[in-house]
């Protein structure tokens, strides 16, 4: 029997394989972000511009900012990049367009802010307008969706994430963005943005270790009793229902109420507001994943492998240690991959009782109806969590590929 | 040596193994057979402490197996389950030397000692020490998990099921090796099995368990010739049992004196098998030669019926 000739192209290796198969056919994804583009190039405004910070903005089309050949030249660019990104190209080439799409679109808004910020001027605020973040999402999408395309190891992902990193630092430190709003904020702040980074951080990774310390032996004992995991689940979960803000809430009281009766606390940094509810809070939330993920994980462990193990002789602890828990370890790193990502993200909340992080910006930013305030905050925290799922899902795979 | 006494194991008001005894002598093979929930492993555990009895002792080679730490006790037996029980997370190599390295071995010796098992179990180092278990076949993971029970040379080796999960011409295989490795190490070894074929393949003496008791503790041909209970009976089956009893009689036993024309058997052939190549060939009696090849002895078609009699 012939086989049909789309049957025969789905063969060829997977990757391969989807663009084959399509034939003509156009990229689905691609048409989609496509039309998005489209309709936000049309619709929306590219920049804006404000006379100060908190006056609202007008918005102002590329024609009213660069010579119409350089504004013909970008929308050039960007119908070459929606192109291949339509057609039935190679990851590799959709990944270098939707790069060089990322390129001229920051270099178009930098450029904006240069022409459009009077000489010494420190107070108009060049922002970019919708029609630039729809547009950076749009590639950035197409970005994704090649590199899943082109299925890079552990160590390949590491090293885009790195090479990305590297080149955002690198366009910050150039000036290229210096005009821009968000960095005129970050040029205000930029003595508290390095002390509030690492607060944010010392919250997220702080809260992670002392639950990991915890919910690993926590969850060893629940896998080994299981009277006490329904007891143990059931109250985590009650923590996990209850909303941040109510939970940093409600820590100030006790925790105020301690350092009230107790000076010597106070002494070592624990107060009703401050780092210390928030760090309970963050290290409450994180105690259900941990756990709960240190019980599937032991739970996945062979029981032949463990009746064996003390069979031939190994003490109760080296049947932990050197058996149960490594075996594990690829779930429980899961876990811990997911709250630290959850806690980059809900530190943010902590700024609210005074524990400071990058969501001191974002609060500010709220109140004083400063949007580029709130990007300050806003925009590091995403980059935070990104790379820290980045880096840990990296891990996490190489761990399984070596212990099965 | 092993002697278990008055051996009795209770869950609350159930009573798993019965005031069992047994006594089983250094070097042999002696199979526990049983139904599903008769109590044979349990009995097995309760030697190397997995399971501590409820009563009754254990003695090996004189000494009382209560009064030792019970992981010590352990690292000086060997064990081997259905399903291997591999680490997954270690190498063939890593495994096979985990009671040596529990014991303290130099790593020169355990390196020796992990060579010689891989190659007394047909498994070349070279290619097989540094793979994983999933990388291996499951005849091959149920061979590393047996070498790495006999690693640290013990003298006593508990096996339980342990060629459960094998297809039956691995299974005949690895039977056959584990009889030559035995023999070859001197090691006494307990076996667990509900097939009564493998009790009969491997052991020198099997006992039989039924409800938590020990029916009945005797060589292969006793439980065929003598069973002391209706239930034994039905264990080993009665159609085919005169074939069975061949079956456990090995050609170089059963020789005559004297010599014959054409066809020789040797003398490792069980009676079973000179019997069905006689009916097969038409001859009426055959040569036995033993390994170096040389004549010593003969068999009739009458001799080898005689010893498919209860006598």
């Known amino acids: 029997m012939p086989v049909p000739d789309g049957g025969r192209h789905r063969l060829v290796g997977d990757k391969m394989g989807k663009s084959l198969a399509r034939g003509h056919a156009i990229d689905r994804l691609g048409a989609l972000l496509c039309l998005i583009g489209l309709a936000a190039v049309i619709g929306l405004p590219f920049v804006v511009f404000k006379a100060n910070r908190i006056v609202p903005g007008s918005a102002r089309s590329l024609l009213q900012i660069f010579p119409p050949w350089e504004v013909l030249a970008f929308y050039g660019v960007l119908v070459l990049v929606a192109a291949t990104a339509l057609g039935s190209v190679s990851a590799r080439v959709r990944l270098a367009a939707a790069l060089i799409g990322v390129a001229a679109v920051t270099l178009a808004i930098g450029a904006a802010g240069d022409v459009l910020t009077p000489l010494g001027n420190k107070v ?115 923590i996990q229902t209850i909303p941040s803000i109510a939970l940093f809430g409600i820590l100030m009281v006790p925790l105020g109420a301690l350092a009230a009766a107790a000076p010597f606390v106070t002494d070592i940094g624990i107060r009703g507001i401050g780092t210390a509810p928030a760090v309970l809070a963050l290290f409450l939330y994180s105690l259900l994943p941990v756990v709960a993920n240190t019980i599937v994980g032991l739970g996945r462990v062979s029981p032949a492998a463990v009746d064996a193990a003390r069979g031939m002789g190994l003490t109760n602890w080296q049947i932990l240690t050197d058996i149960e828990l490594i075996l594990a370890f690829p779930v429980i790193l899961t876990g811990i991959r997911i709250v630290l990502v959850q806690n980059i993200g809900l530190a943010t909340v902590a700024a609210l009782i005074g524990a400071g992080g990058f969501g001191v910006f974002v609060f500010q930013g709220i109140n004083q109806t400063a949007i580029d305030l709130v990007l300050l905050g806003a925009l590091p925290i995403v980059a935070l969590g990104f790379s820290c799922a980045v880096l840990l899902d990296a891990l996490v795979e190489t761990i399984n590929r070596t212990a099965r | 040596m092993i002697e278990i006494k008055n051996l009795t194991k209770q869950y609350g008001p159930v009573t798993v193994v019965d005031q069992v005894s047994l006594s089983i002598p250094r070097g042999s093979i002696t199979v526990i057979v049983g139904t599903s929930g008769s109590g044979k492993s349990t009995l097995l555990r309760m030697i190397n402490r997995l399971v501590e009895p409820t009563s009754g002792r254990v003695v090996i080679n004189g000494t009382d197996t ?65 793979k994983f278990p999933h990388q291996l076949s499951g005849g091959q993971q149920q061979r590393v998990g047996v070498a ?164």
């Open chain 1, 124 to 238: 108009v605020r060049v922002s970019p307008g919708a029609s630039f973040w729809v547009l950076l999402v749009c590639l950035g999408l197409l970005a994704t969706d090649a590199i899943t395309r082109l299925r890079p190891g552990p160590a390949m992902r590491v090293l885009f994430l790195v090479l990305f990193a590297v080149v955002v630092g690198a366009v910050l430190a150039s000036g290229l963005l210096d005009h821009l709003s968000v960095m005129r904020e970050y040029e205000v702040n930029a003595s508290r943005f390095a002390q509030e980074a690492r607060q944010h951080v010392f919250l997220a990774l702080g809260s992670v270790t002392g639950a990991v310390l915890i919910a690993v032996p926590v969850g060893i004992l629940c896998h080994r009793i299981p009277l006490l995991r329904a007891a143990t689940l059931g109250a985590l979960n009650l």
């Open chain 2, 66 to 130: 209560a009064t030792e730490r019970a992981y010590l006790l352990r690292r000086g037996i060997g064990y081997a389950i259905q399903g291997h029980g591999l680490f997954p997370h270690r190498t063939v190599a890593e495994n096979i030397a985990t009671v040596p390295r529990l014991l303290g071995w130099n790593a020169a010796r355990i390196r020796a000692r992990v060579q010689d098992l891989l190659n007394i179990f047909q498994l070349d180092p070279g290619a097989y020490a540094g």
């Open chain 2, 148 to 311: 790495r029970a006999f690693a640290a040379e013990p003298a006593v080796l508990l096996m339980d099921e342990p060629f459960g999960a094998l297809d039956p011409i691995i299974r005949a295989k690895a039977q056959d090796d584990l009889r030559d490795i035995q023999r070859r190490f001197g090691t006494t070894i307990v076996l667990v099995t509900h097939d009564i074929d493998e009790a009969f393949r491997l052991g020198d003496r099997v006992a039989v368990m039924s409800q938590g008791q020990m029916l009945q503790y005797d060589r292969p041909a006793a439980l065929l010739i003598r069973p002391a209970d209706p239930f034994i009976s039905r264990l080993t089956g009665t159609g085919d049992r005169a074939m069975k009893l061949l079956s456990l009689t090995t050609a170089g036993e059963a020789a005559e004196m004297g010599s014959a024309e054409g066809a020789t058997v040797p003398a490792s052939a069980t009676l079973r098998d000179v019997l069905s190549d006689l009916l097969w060939s038409g001859a009426a009696v055959v040569t036995v030669i033993d390994a170096a090849g040389m004549p010593c002895g003969r068999l009739t078609l009458a001799g080898i019926l005689a010893h498919g009699r209860p006598r």
